[in-house]
């Protein structure tokens, strides 16, 4: 789960690298609430463009979402946060990992990507059967310094684990990444 996770955070902390700032300086982010497998997704937003209409893409892992199954179009309304469910494709159902992205249909050029788990029956390398632990580990983007740091926000990371943090050029997923140096904020509280 170790290896899962940092996965994830190298893959997520990449995501906003290639998205235009918003008028407001920031980066349109979102996560990964739940997931009803082979029916639905439910994520949520962070600072999104206000009056802005997005694309909502399905599509293989490793895709970024790009030229996937359109499967809803959203309008973005006031922006900054908002929750939202969408049902998966058939044409997706069983797939173990599945990549989502929202794009906008007003020429804006914002974009924002990420992936969920799908279909987790049957054991799948770097999982800890039986382990008790449920759910989807996911972060958002909370807000960026260029060239300095980034902020995140954890959301159901499993207790009692020790995450590597790496960052790399987009597209890498973060794999074999630079080894980042992080420290929690003080005081720290699970969420």
Request: charged share 15%; aromatic share 10%; with cysteine.
């Amino acid at each position: 789960m170790k290896y899962l996770v940092s996965l994830i955070l190298a893959f997520v902390l990449l995501v906003p690298t290639g998205a235009p700032a918003t008028a407001s300086g920031k980066v349109p982010t979102f996560a990964i609430i739940t997931v009803v497998t082979d029916q639905s997704v439910t994520i949520e937003t962070y600072n999104f463009p206000a009056n802005d209409t997005f694309e909502v893409l399905m599509g293989k892992i490793g895709t970024k979402g790009a030229k996937g199954i359109k499967v809803a179009t959203t309008a973005s309304g006031k922006g900054g946060s908002f929750r939202e469910t969408y049902t998966i494709p058939a044409g997706l159902h069983g797939d173990y990992q599945i990549a989502i992205r929202l794009q906008s249909t007003t020429g804006s050029g914002y974009f924002a990507y990420n992936w969920f788990y799908n279909n987790t029956a049957g054991s799948q390398p770097g999982t800890k059967p039986g382990s008790g632990y449920r759910g989807y580990p996911t972060f958002s983007i909370v807000s960026v310094a260029r060239d300095q740091s980034v902020t995140i926000k954890t959301n159901n990371l499993p207790p009692n684990d020790t995450f590597d943090v790496l960052m790399g050029p987009m597209g890498s997923q973060g794999i074999k990444g630079t080894k980042v140096r992080w420290r929690l904020p003080a005081p720290c509280s699970a969420s």
